[in-house]
């Protein structure tokens, strides 16, 4: 019996919106690796989206490519009303080839109406590697303009840097990465994708918010097929977590570490209390995640104890 190819998935775009609004500062710091010296991150950022749209109404009946477009009105530092604004396009499908013009159409409307400086970036998640347009250039006789803007190819991204950079909105352009080279995984192996994704997010430190929008993001942004495989991959996350809501790693060790500390107190065996500490060091060491300092605050024992688990540990891999 010939298997059945499985179904290439569409992903979700209008997801980029919301995880746009909940991780830009950290959008910010990905892009721009002088944010913190140029911008004022501290000031709540204004999103423009209702005015951009009157400028850019949509079309009756539009089909076809579907474009995420997002406009920010971003303080800059020295204080004052300085600000400058931050446009942003996602497309996941080439479409007509005419991002360039739109760019520039964006770009001169919108200076046009607020007289600031204006940066632009698009973020292209479609599949053609040979597509990825960074100017728009018109020139007749003698009369020359060129544009150019930020250009962010998702294809062309090394799977690597982004797993290695701590940044948390590396765990958006990872999944949209995986999206794109995983198109026609079966909903086993994309459980298997989103799990690794969550795993990535887990490993960065963010706001609860934060944490909870990028797991929103790698869940839906490409559906499973049947719906069931959702509701699995949610358990899966929930038994992970033992509870819930998504936390960090670290909030959850040391969660266990209190909630174990205190069953400890009250337990009157040495032996008992030694063979916990045991294990939770070993795991804690384990995890690879904390300096022996760290792992001897959160068990509350002695760094003697717990360089005695590490030398036990490596005594135990030979």
Excluded at 275 to 282: D, G, H, I, T
């Amino acid at each position: 019996m010939t298997k059945k190819k499985p179904t290439i998935r569409s992903v979700d775009d209008p997801l980029w919106k919301s995880i746009l609004e909940q991780t830009f500062v950290h959008f910010l710091t990905f892009f721009f690796p002088s944010a913190k010296d140029v911008f004022d991150l501290g000031k709540n950022f204004e999103y423009l989206d209702k005015e951009f749209e009157t400028l850019f109404p949509p079309q009756p009946n539009n089909k076809g490519v579907r474009y995420v477009d997002k406009l920010a009105k971003v303080h800059l530092l020295g204080g004052g009303e300085q600000f400058v604004l931050c446009h942003i396009e996602i497309q996941s499908k080439r479409g007509k080839g005419d991002l360039p013009l739109r760019m520039f159409e964006y770009f001169y409307k919108i200076y046009d109406k607020y007289k600031v400086p204006v940066t632009a970036i698009a973020i292209l998640a479609d599949e053609n590697r040979n597509y990825c347009p960074v100017l728009y250039h018109q020139e007749f006789m003698g009369t020359e303009l060129t544009y150019k803007f930020n250009s962010y190819k998702v294809i062309e991204q090394s799977e690597e840097a982004l797993r290695a950079d701590l940044n948390p909105f590396a765990v958006v352009a990872l999944t949209a990465l995986m999206a794109i080279k995983h198109k026609d995984r079966d909903d086993e192996q994309l459980k298997d994708i989103k799990h690794d994704l969550y795993e990535e997010m887990m490993k960065r430190k963010m706001e609860k918010s934060v944490r909870q929008g990028i797991y929103d993001f790698l869940s839906y942004y490409v559906r499973f097929e049947n719906p069931d495989m959702m509701r699995n991959f949610e358990k899966e996350i929930e038994l992970k977590q033992e509870r819930s809501t998504a936390v960090g790693t670290r909030e959850y060790l040391l969660e266990k570490a209190k909630n174990e500390g205190i069953m400890l107190e009250r337990s009157k065996s040495k032996k008992i209390v030694e063979a916990k500490n045991y294990e939770f060091v070993s795991n804690l060491l384990l995890a690879n995640r904390f300096t022996l300092a760290e792992v001897a605050d959160f068990a509350k024992v002695d760094i003697t104890f717990v360089q005695k688990v590490r030398a036990e540990l490596a005594k135990k891999r030979k």
